[in-house]
């Protein structure tokens, strides 16, 4: 299996720009999960999705940040509209969705909002 | 609120001595953790795990070991190698929220030669 896919790796955007992230599951995982990480913060869970639900999305930091996930292998997070505090690197994990489970990364997207 | 934290950012080491991370964690609710180890312009990586019914776990050169009673987990890298050189995290989650992780700011391992 290739793990966990993300795109774009980098992206660099103008303040006010759309922003979409996209995440391919490993296939057979039903949990989906995004983060950013910051210097602050670490590694922050902003929404997690189980079977294609929304199980926790109280880490999203505003309206501007949407998820969703169209169906059971694939994900996307949209910033719109993108400001230069969104700047961090961007990952999705996925899972099983067992209790307790291990988490799989993504590579991550850098993103930087001028 | 930070409910894992990870105090140290940094940590050097010589190769060959023992690493030791430490974390701590303020929810009780807590019963499963997560050692990841996470390279540049990587994800991180699952490194080792303890339940909360275990005090210690051990992996190769890898030992967790949990404190309840102290809210407070530590790895154990022996012996270190330049190869182990990375930031550390530290995650717990608890059985009643799914299977959420709440993770640390993390630590920058330094092995040198």
Redesign the interface.
């Given at each position: 299996d290739a793990g966990v896919i993300q795109s774009p790796r980098h992206e660099v955007t103008e303040m006010g720009q759309e922003v979409t992230l996209r995440c391919k599951l490993i296939s057979g995982h039903n949990s989906l999960f995004w983060y950013r990480q910051t210097m602050m913060r670490g590694l922050e869970l902003l929404i997690y999705f189980n079977n294609n639900v929304p199980i926790d999305d109280s880490g999203m930091p505003e309206d501007r940040f949407s998820a969703k996930m169209p169906n059971a292998s694939f994900s996307t997070l949209k910033i719109q509209p993108s400001e230069p505090r969104d700047s961090a690197v961007y990952f999705c994990a996925s899972s099983f969705g067992q209790n307790p489970d291990t988490q799989y990364f993504g590579p991550g997207t850098r993103l930087t909002v001028l | 609120d930070?409910q894992v934290k990870?105090n140290s950012p940094s940590l050097s080491v010589q190769e060959g001595r023992i690493s030791i991370l430490n974390c701590d964690y303020t929810n009780s609710m807590f019963?499963?953790f997560?050692w990841?180890k996470k390279y540049p312009?990587?994800?991180?990586?699952?490194l080792i795990?303890i339940?909360s019914i275990k005090d210690k776990n051990e992996d190769g050169r890898f030992t967790v070991f949990l404190n309840k009673s102290a809210k407070h987990l530590s790895l154990h890298i022996v012996p270190s190698q330049p190869g182990d050189s990375a930031v550390y995290?530290c995650?717990a989650?608890a059985?009643s929220?799914?299977?959420?992780?709440?993770?640390?700011?993390?630590t920058r391992l330094a092995v040198r030669p």
């Open positions: - | 930070q990870q019963d499963y997560l990841y312009a990587e994800g991180p990586t699952f795990s339940s995290f995650a989650s059985i929220s799914g299977d959420k992780l709440t993770f640390g700011t993390g």
